[in-house]
């Protein structure tokens, strides 16, 4: 074990910086949230210039962090920019606040999703499944990637790389579905896309918020710029690449549940992702919709433990964390203790508080902490 001078060695490609960012964003969001858009939106044509403009929101929000990761490629994120920017005391609430209840609640919220849609094809669709199970289940994934990620960082980035790939080729899927549909002439739920559309300023908000959650994350790789072998060149290409390509499989899955289903289904869904398959490909699609959603959710999980585990030795190097955080191990290279720190702490709120809480204090944490500090900072 070495403290934290010793920090973990650069080996990160522009190939692992695209799959961090768009493993990072691509979660539950996308196979969640578009029925609430539509709902806040009223109409086809707007939710989807809603989306349009989360995207490109998201985007300049990205590339202000492009600015400071090449300007400053350390590890850590955030709380370098602060304690450059602004001096210890923002960094330490910062910090602080990310590390001890924004990224383990985070963390937690993703595995429970993951082990709710991973565990659903083997109860049945509508059967009711034991919060007990649940939890034990979402409980292995965040100690299977915290083991994953303590052991090495080379096959933490893999899982993002490979997990990232099987998400583009479950959206490509769907949107193939969605493809099929339409070229069988039902193209009528586009009819007049527009009608009916919001002309409330706080309805379109909301509509813009939910919009906004699916691209949580694009900040993910300033976690880690110090590990990139060339972050210059590799940080804002893999952003950039990564944002795109995130806005472009966001707006076509959109397209896709437009074209298969009709509105008043949509606003009725809890699925949307799952009952757009059933529509198209019957029974199939009770086992490949929970299993694509699953998969989304491991690669996201993984990509928080790996930045959160960054952020936590970096701020003990500054003292704004104990010490005993900073440590590396000596053979494999990662911040280990900071790893298992964040595992415990997810392991406890999943544990300990229910699901609307756990959602409560990531909406109230995230939106505070993250997007009112960091967003003057990048400005």
């Not at 993910?220 to 795109?244: C, F, S, T």
Request: charge should be negative; include cysteine.
């Amino acid at each position: 074990m070495e403290s934290g001078e010793a920090t973990s060695k650069r080996h990160l490609t522009l190939r692992n910086g695209i799959g961090l960012v768009v493993g990072g964003i691509i979660g539950s969001g996308i196979f969640l949230t578009p029925n609430g858009v539509l709902e806040q939106s009223g109409s086809v044509g707007a939710a989807l210039c809603i989306w349009v403009a989360a995207g490109v929101l998201s985007m300049f929000g990205a590339l202000c962090y492009c600015e400071l990761g090449t300007c400053i490629p350390e590890t850590g994120g955030e709380h370098v920019y602060y304690q450059r920017v602004f001096g210890p005391l923002p960094a330490f609430l910062f910090t602080w606040s990310l590390l001890l209840v924004v990224s383990p609640v985070s963390t937690a919220l993703i595995c429970l999703t993951f082990s709710r849609y991973a565990i659903r094809p083997f109860y049945g669709q509508h059967a009711i499944v034991p919060e007990e199970v649940e939890e034990r289940l979402a409980t292995v994934a965040i100690l299977l990637l915290t083991v994953v990620n303590c052991v090495s960082a080379k096959w933490a980035t893999y899982i993002a790389d490979s997990f990232t790939a099987l998400k583009l080729v479950a959206i490509a899927f769907l949107v193939m579905l969605g493809v099929a549909w339409a070229g069988k002439g039902h193209v009528e739920n586009f009819d007049h896309a527009f009608e009916n559309s919001t002309v409330s300023m706080s309805s379109f908000n909301l509509g813009f918020f939910e919009a906004l959650y699916p691209f949580t994350g694009w900040n993910y790789l300033n976690y880690v710029a110090g590990e990139m072998i060339d972050p210059a060149r590799d940080l804002p290409l893999a952003v950039i690449y990564g944002m795109l390509l995130v806005i472009l499989c966001y707006i076509l899955c959109n397209l896709a549940y437009f074209a298969i289903l009709p509105k008043a289904a949509i606003l009725k869904t809890k699925a949307i992702a799952v009952d757009a398959m059933v529509k198209v490909i019957g029974e199939a699609g009770l086992l490949l919709g929970p299993l694509f959603v699953a998969t989304s959710c491991w690669g996201a999980a993984n990509s928080s433990i790996y930045t959160a585990g960054r952020v936590g030795q970096t701020a003990a190097v500054e003292g704004h964390m104990p010490k005993v955080l900073a440590l590396v191990h000596r053979q494999y290279a990662t911040p280990f203790v900071s790893l298992i720190f964040q595992c415990v702490l997810s392991i406890a709120f999943l544990l300990l508080i229910n699901t609307d809480s756990l959602v409560l204090s990531s909406d109230f944490s995230h939106g505070h902490s993250s997007v009112g500090l960091s967003m003057p900072l990048s400005a």
